[in-house]
Structure formats: C-alpha cells, structure tokens
C-alpha cells in the first residue's frame, strides 16, 4: 500500500508541474500562434505584438524569473519520490520522462532564452522576427515533451493500478489456499484425537 501511496504521490507532483508548464506555454500562445499557423500578410502586427511581449519578458523581475525553477523542483521531488520505490516500471517510465524533461529544459535554454535575450537587445527586424519564430517552434516542442510527459506518467500509474489489483487478489487466493489448508489440517486432527 505505501508503494501505491509514493506512487500517487510522484504522478501528482509530476501532473503539477506539467499542468503548471502548460498554462505558462499556453498564454504564450496567443502570440506564437500568429508566428507559426498564420499568414503574415494577414495579421501584421503579430510581429510588433509579440516584439512587446517578449521583450517586456526580459525585463521581469529577478524574483518572477526563477518561478519556473520551483516548478522543475516540484518536478524533481516527483521523480524522487518515484526513485524510493525502484521498480522496473520506474525505470521505463520515469526514465523515458526524465529524458523528455531533460530535452525540454535544453530547449527552453539553448532556444528560447536566446531569443528572449536577441529581442531585447537588437533593432533588425529580420532577426527579431527570426527570434520570434525560434521561441514559438520552441515552445511548440516543449509542449510536446510535455504532453509526453504526461502521457508516460498517466499510462504508468493505470499500470500501476491495474497490476496492484493482480497482486491483491493473487494475495487473496493464497489467503484462501491456506486458509482451506489450515481447515483440512483441523480437520484431519480432530479425526487423529477421536
């Protein structure tokens, strides 16, 4: 039972965290998707909007910067609730998705912070707008890893699950097994004593 706890536990943590990725790429979105899905003849302020946006993204506070570094920590404490109960399925699983996380988090840091930093500092158009579409084709990656993420987490907690209910009625049937055994023993030695 406190495996089945440690491992609800990891899966909460880990759909935290994504979910809060989520919401943070997804009001992004409003101005990756004119960058990336949309004609550039048609929304032509898409490029001064987002410009704006993401220039004013360079200018945060220190404090709101490390925001999305308590989010990998809650992350990281998922994951490291799911080492203390080492399974094969862990390995799989968690692996698979600590790989998604790792790429992700490259991405974000070789992609997107660049960008942000290019936006800010430069004045040509072109490579403003270069940027720009850089950090909406990052974000959509990470996104993907993301929902990965998500995906390898959920399938191995109905693994979990499902194999859990295996082993209590396994556990049940041996009860039963040893139960009717114990009977006949009783049985047998009531007949010896009479």
């Known amino acids: 039972?406190?495996?089945?706890?440690?491992?609800?536990?990891?899966?909460?943590?880990?759909?935290?965290?994504?979910?809060?990725?989520?919401?943070?790429?997804?009001?992004?979105?409003?101005?990756?998707?004119?960058?990336?899905?949309?004609?550039?003849?048609?929304?032509?302020?898409?490029?001064?909007?987002?410009?704006?946006?993401?220039?004013?993204?360079?200018?945060?506070?220190?404090?709101?910067?490390?925001?999305?570094?308590?989010?990998?920590?809650i992350a990281a404490a998922g994951f490291a609730t799911g080492l203390l109960t080492m399974t094969d399925g862990n390995l799989l699983f968690d692996g698979a998705s600590l790989v998604l996380m790792s790429f992700g988090l490259f991405t974000y840091l070789t992609t997107v912070n660049p960008a942000i930093r290019a936006i800010a500092e430069s004045t040509n158009v072109d490579t403003i707008t270069t940027s720009l579409k850089n950090i909406a084709a990052a974000h959509f990656i990470i996104v993907l890893a993301i929902t990965g993420i998500i995906g390898l987490q959920i399938t191995h907690y109905f693994v979990l699950k499902r194999s859990g209910k295996e082993d209590d009625k396994d556990e049940i049937e041996d009860e039963e097994e040893l139960d009717e055994g114990n009977d006949e023993e009783d049985d047998e030695n009531e007949k010896k004593s009479q």
């Open 1 to 73: 039972m406190e495996r089945e706890y440690l491992q609800t536990v990891k899966v909460a943590l880990i759909l935290c965290s994504c979910f809060f990725s989520y919401g943070t790429y997804w009001s992004d979105w409003a101005f990756d998707y004119y960058l990336l899905w949309s004609n550039s003849i048609e929304h032509s302020e898409a490029v001064s909007r987002a410009t704006f946006y993401y220039a004013n993204q360079a200018q945060i506070p220190n404090i709101l910067q490390y925001v999305p570094i308590v989010n990998l920590v």
